[in-house]
DNA sequence: GCAAATTGATTCGTGTTCAAACAATGTGAA
DNA sequence: TTCACATTGTTTGAACACGAATCAATTTGC
């Protein structure tokens, strides 16, 4: 749990340092990324990219709007979605920045044996199993009772 | 990268869950849970054992404050300092509660053989280690300009 | 013994995150 | 066709989480 919570901190610094060279966090630093590489798309498939509630990127999204990043267009085959992408001055932005955060863990894990990175991977998957199976009987459990 | 994620969002999981249940969210279950384990002490020393800034802790406290489960009292011996410890409410609410967060993720290990379990911490404290060093370069690389 | 630095707690501002509720739009079945 | 339902994006409200700044109390340095 120390190693999780000081990986996850580590993350945090990192986001933090970035933030301040480039006055991006972590999250916006990473929706530009995404966008980057696979193209327009709407705000839900950029939420499902990044593994987070869609009403969380509506706000990072706001925020790299209104810094003139990335467009929010509208979509004319479906007028429910919006059609998110890069500004030329967002791809500008994201040619001379670092990695997003995911960067400094990739980084991290150069640093690293093969053999070691394969540990690693087996056994957080081994632990991110159990844990998802627990939490679900745990759903199961709260929501009986 | 993305157990990392998954992790994370699996003890965020389990957080609401306990949180639709007994009313308490992850950190301020986490902090109850020091206070029981380690008696009184300043918000200081709570803020480190959760590895979290004291601002942050401030605002946790205020809601345990403000549910009757935690007493701020003066510290005699130095005025600046409060005396957070569990009131009688605090420790009867935390007899009957689960685990704080931690507890999932060791629920998690004990479907672990012995060997996996040493192999995820050493990888683990591999990569916090790498990830750590890095972190301190990126500062002073940012700090530099 | 008193000024200066340090420490402990707090406040403030910004950003992230979620669930729940909502509007607008699209889809499918009666 | 029309009406129920689903999907997409958004807003709102609560809780975290951080650093910077502030304030009182304490420790230090001379």
């Known amino acids: 749990?120390?190693?999780?919570?000081?990986?996850?901190?580590?993350?945090?610094?990192y986001s933090m340092a970035v933030e301040k060279r480039y006055g991006l966090t972590g999250?916006?630093?990473?929706?530009?990324?995404?966008?980057?590489?696979?193209?327009?798309?709407?705000?839900?498939?950029?939420?499902?990219?990044?593994?987070l509630n869609p009403s969380t990127v509506v706000g990072v999204v706001d925020r790299?709007?209104?810094?003139?990043?990335?467009?929010?267009?509208?979509?004319p085959s479906d007028r429910r979605r919006v059609s998110l992408d890069l500004t030329p001055r967002g791809s500008e932005l994201l040619k001379d920045s670092p990695h997003p955060a995911q960067g400094q863990?990739?980084?991290?894990?150069?640093?690293?044996?093969?053999?070691?990175?394969?540990d690693?991977?087996?056994?957080?998957a081994t632990l991110v199993k159990v844990m998802e199976a627990e939490?679900?009987?745990a759903t199961f459990f709260f929501a009986d009772g």
């Open 135 to 137: 939490n679900l009987d």
């Open 27 to 51: 999250p916006q630093l990473w929706a530009l990324w995404e966008l980057s590489r696979s193209g327009p798309m709407g705000l839900k498939d950029l939420a499902e990219r990044m593994y």
């Open 120 to 124: 690693l991977h087996a056994s957080t």
């Open 64 to 75: 790299l709007v209104e810094k003139g990043l990335v467009a929010r267009d509208p979509d």
């Open 105 to 118: 863990l990739l980084h991290g894990l150069q640093g690293m044996s093969l053999k070691e990175v394969q």
């Open 1 to 13: 749990m120390r190693n999780l919570r000081r990986m996850v901190k580590a993350l945090e610094a």
